[in-house]
């Protein structure tokens, strides 16, 4: 019995080193998500940033606009 008992506590020592080594190994891994989820996050705050269709279209006809007042101004201004 008592062959046992220190076999089993042998086999309880080394699971508990198995649990550790695996603990570390998901530690990393945890750590590697973390840093997964930073880039990600930065990345749609880059998106984000981006203009809208809607400021798009405000920002080409205000130009086009610019421009033909331009246009119209410098014709005007050449005729005389």
């Known amino acids: 019995m008592q062959k046992l008992d220190a076999k089993l506590d042998r086999l309880d020592a080394k699971i508990d080193v198995q649990f550790a080594e695996f603990g570390g190994k998901f530690a990393s ?25 809607w400021t798009m279209l405000g920002i080409v006809f205000t130009t086009w606009a610019l421009g033909s007042g331009i ?8 005729r005389r």
């Open 29 to 53: 891994i945890n750590g590697r998500f973390t840093g997964v989820e930073g880039r990600l996050s930065g990345i749609s705050e880059r998106f984000n940033a981006l203009p809208t269709v």
């Open 71 to 78: 246009l119209i101004f410098a014709m005007n201004y050449l």
